[in-house]
């Protein structure tokens, strides 16, 4: 009897060891994924700005405020979304990608509330081919909008054709709202990476998508 008690608690201590093993190890590499994170921010910003701070907000997020030399923003701040080394099969399995946020206020509240969401789509005659394999043939199609308002004012007008207009279409989101963060936008974390081709361009696409936006009402 004693002996049966013995080996349950050594199997419950071998557990919770390669618990707090496994725990360690996804802690350690979630904080390095990080510093590589914060390297490739530091060289986005490099001229335009620098990062004041880092505030984690969970195990695999954390928020960045940014002090840019551009006008164009206030209150600015990045905020990273890993992927949490404790579940990246289940991430996977739900095709989550990481992502960065950027937020700022702007020098006038828009005088609307918008919301885009940007979605890339092809089709393939089997489940099983590979986009990568030779052979493929691809055709790109002039972007379209589906949208839930039917009138647009002005603004929104300028926004739309600005987004419509970047070669890239890097954004998976953009917000704008009346109220603060006025402007926010979201992006594949990848595209910020240095092996990016649109990585140098990403300041410059947030500054025309805002400038439309933000403009004092007579």
Not at 116 to 137: C, I, N, V
Not at 169 to 191: G, Y
Request: charged fraction near 20%; include cysteine; charge should be positive.
């Amino acid at each position: 009897m004693h002996g049966s008690v013995l080996v349950y608690v050594l199997y419950a201590v071998v557990g919770l060891s390669a618990l707090f093993v496994w725990r360690f190890w996804s802690d350690r590499k979630m904080k390095r994924r990080a510093f590589e994170v914060l390297g490739w921010i530091d060289g986005l910003i490099c001229g335009q700005g620098h990062v004041t701070g880092i505030t984690w907000q969970s195990s695999s997020s954390f928020r960045l405020p940014l002090r840019l030399r551009s006008n164009t923003f206030r209150n600015a701040s990045l905020r990273v979304k890993l992927i949490s080394g404790q579940m990246p099969l289940l991430a996977k399995l739900r095709d989550v990608q990481e992502t960065l946020v950027f937020e700022a206020d702007l020098d006038w509240a828009p005088p609307f509330s918008l919301e885009l969401q940007s979605y890339r789509m092809f089709a393939r005659t089997r489940k099983d081919l590979s986009p990568e394999a030779p052979g493929w043939h691809f055709e790109q199609t002039t972007p379209f909008i589906l949208t839930t308002r039917k009138d647009w004012q002005k603004e929104v007008t300028s926004v739309i054709s600005s987004l419509v207009s970047c070669p890239e279409r890097q954004f998976l989101s953009i917000v704008f709202r009346r109220e603060s963060p006025h402007f926010s936008a979201t992006m594949a974390l990848d595209s910020i990476a240095p092996s990016s081709s649109c990585r140098t361009e990403i300041f410059d696409s947030l500054r025309e998508l805002a400038t439309g936006a933000s403009a004092p009402q007579v």
